[in-house]
C-alpha cells in the first residue's frame, strides 16, 4: 500500500517540477493515476471487479483526450510548450 501512495507522491512532485512541456504533464497525470489503480488494486482485490475495470477504462479515455489535445495543439501552434496557451486564448 505504502508503493501506491509512493508513487502517487513522486508523479505529484514531478508534475509540479515539471510544467514546461505538455507531455511532461500528461507522462505525470498517467502516473498519479498508476499509483491510484495500484492503491485500488490492493484494497479492492476480490471484492468489486467491476470498479476495478470502470477505472482502467476512465484512465485509458482521459489518456486518448490528452494525446489527441496534444496533438491537436502540436499541429496547429508547432510546439508543446504549456507557455503558448496564451495563444489558445481568444
Known sequence: MFMG??????????L?????????ILL???MMMLGLFY????NLVNEMYEMIIFYLV?????ACLGLS????????YGSDL???YNLLIM
Do not use: G, P, R, W
Open 69 to 76: 489535445l496534444m496533438i491537436m495543439m502540436v499541429y496547429f
Open 16 to 24: 509540479m517540477k515539471n510544467q514546461k512541456h505538455v507531455l511532461m
Open 5 to 14: 501512495f509512493y508513487i502517487f507522491m513522486v508523479a505529484l512532485l514531478t
Open 28 to 30: 505525470s497525470l498517467e
Open 39 to 42: 492503491l485500488i488494486l490492493i
Open 82 to 84: 504549456v507557455k503558448s
Open 58 to 62: 476512465m484512465v485509458v479515455c482521459e
